[in-house]
């Protein structure tokens, strides 16, 4: 992937309706990763100040597509699994996608505080190809 | 109320439904609740036009959002409210890629302890097909001063 070719990437996954609804930026795109940040907006935060799981699995999905889409792949998963480790609060999370393979792109996400909240695994059914 | 963790008394269900659709994150996404029983939930979103691009088709990213939501609102009716649910572990397997209109989802309980609790989801699309299934895994806190039904109490005019 060029520079140029990442600039593309990221320019066009910032101006999806998605990523401007869910307040994503794409900090970072490479051949095999993308980084991805979600300013949360404090008004959908829960009562206790935790960001909703809603919003994270949201934010895993787009970032381990941009990944696969980087990585040359396309389609819609066909699962995705996501352990949460610990409550994120604060008004950023992170997420780190990484393609192990065509089909696998791994996600790990961290909040304001820097610390691991959450981590996902999605795949698609066959590389290139839809669910 | 039976037990500590027996759930919400079946004439709370109202309540209840009231106190999911009014989250700030069910108003943003378009979700509502259309059903609300002991031990299940039935959920439809109608994702705002604003979260869609040209796309025919729902985002995965939505739709597992959908099923979260569903399967955790489902849990609200057998935990007690004073009691903090908090999902561990989901995974959830897309059939088909919905298209574009009202989704439905169905949450239900299928086991809840005094520590765990466990619950499935079906999601359909707009034509009633099934397009998405999913289990997970919560925590249960007793007595947690996080609770969204206490705070949601302690804090309603």
Avoid at chain 1, 21 to 37: F, H, K, M, P, W
Avoid at chain 1, 47 to 72: D, I, K, Q, S, Y
Avoid at chain 2, 112 to 131: I, K, M, N, Q, Y
């Amino acid at each position: 992937m060029t520079p140029a070719d990442a600039a593309e990437a990221q320019r066009a996954f910032d101006a999806s309706a998605l990523a401007a609804g869910l307040g994503l930026r794409c900090l970072l795109v490479t051949d095999r990763r993308a980084r991805v940040e979600m300013r949360v907006d404090p008004a959908l935060r829960h009562p206790n100040g935790a960001v909703p799981g809603v919003l994270l699995g949201a934010l895993c999905e787009r970032a381990a597509a941009l990944a696969r889409t980087a990585a040359g792949g396309s389609g819609v998963p066909s699962a995705m699994s996501m352990r949460f480790v610990r409550g994120a609060f604060g008004d950023v999370v992170d997420a780190h996608a990484h393609v192990v393979d065509g089909t696998l792109v791994t996600v790990r996400l961290r909040d304001a505080a820097d610390r691991v909240c959450a981590t996902g695994t999605v795949t698609w059914a066959a590389s290139g190809d839809a669910a | 109320m039976v037990g500590r963790l027996s759930g919400v008394p079946a004439t709370d269900f109202r309540a209840l439904r009231e106190l999911l659709d009014g989250l700030p994150v069910s108003a943003a996404l378009g979700l509502r609740c259309v059903e609300v029983d002991h031990g299940l939930v039935r959920v439809a979103m109608e994702a705002p036009a604003a979260l869609l691009d040209g796309e025919p088709t729902v985002p995965f990213a939505l739709v597992y959002g959908l099923a979260d939501a569903a399967a955790s609102y489902a849990l609200h009716t057998v935990v007690a409210p004073e009691d903090l649910h908090v999902t561990t572990e989901l995974t959830v397997h897309q059939v088909r890629a919905p298209a574009r209109g009202a989704l439905e989802a169905e949450g239900r309980v299928l086991r809840h302890g005094r520590r765990t609790a466990f619950a499935e989801v079906r999601v359909s699309d707009p034509a009633g097909a099934l397009c998405a299934l999913g289990s997970g895994t919560w925590a249960v806190v007793a007595d947690s001063p996080h609770s969204i039904a206490r705070h949601h109490a302690e804090t309603a005019p």
